[in-house]
């Protein structure tokens, strides 16, 4: 079954030729031409889904190589930088309204542009990584953890 944002973007990519395909008034030819594109369709589906599948596995890779890595930087660079942001937000949201409640010498951090994007591929990557570590725990035998 295809993600639909996938199936979106592939329908609208054909959605030319199909409009030219129900101009097409021989019904034989006009069922050939509709199978066609719906052969076309499902190849794209699947070079798209095989393609996202190598990219998530690649990303993994990386970050278990980045947490198998000799420098300590290189382990924590990552987690470190989450926590930074963590900090920011429990800053904002929840530390700065309640002290607010009995001062006014408060001060709201500064959010970064990108931060809540980067911490949800930051929280995504991490995912990933730990469901990649657990996968090749059960392949190896060592379904704990």
Request: glycine share 8%.
């Amino acid at each position: 079954m295809a993600i639909p944002i996938i199936s979106d973007i592939i329908k609208g990519v054909l959605s030319p030729i199909i409009g030219i395909v129900d101009n097409i008034t021989d019904p034989v030819k006009k069922a050939e031409a509709a199978t066609k594109i719906q052969q076309v369709e499902n190849a794209l589906e699947e070079k798209i889904l095989s393609y996202e599948a190598e990219l998530a596995k690649q990303k993994a890779n990386v970050l278990v190589a980045e947490a198998k890595g000799d420098s300590l930087l290189q382990r924590v660079w990552r987690p470190v930088t989450m926590l930074s942001f963590v900090a920011i937000i429990v800053n904002n949201y929840i530390l700065v309204p309640y002290v607010g409640m009995f001062t006014d010498k408060v001060q709201v951090l500064e959010m970064p542009a990108g931060l809540w994007s980067l911490l949800t591929v930051g929280i995504g990557g991490y995912i990933a990584s730990r469901w990649h570590e657990k996968q090749l725990r059960i392949k190896n035998g060592n379904a704990g953890g």
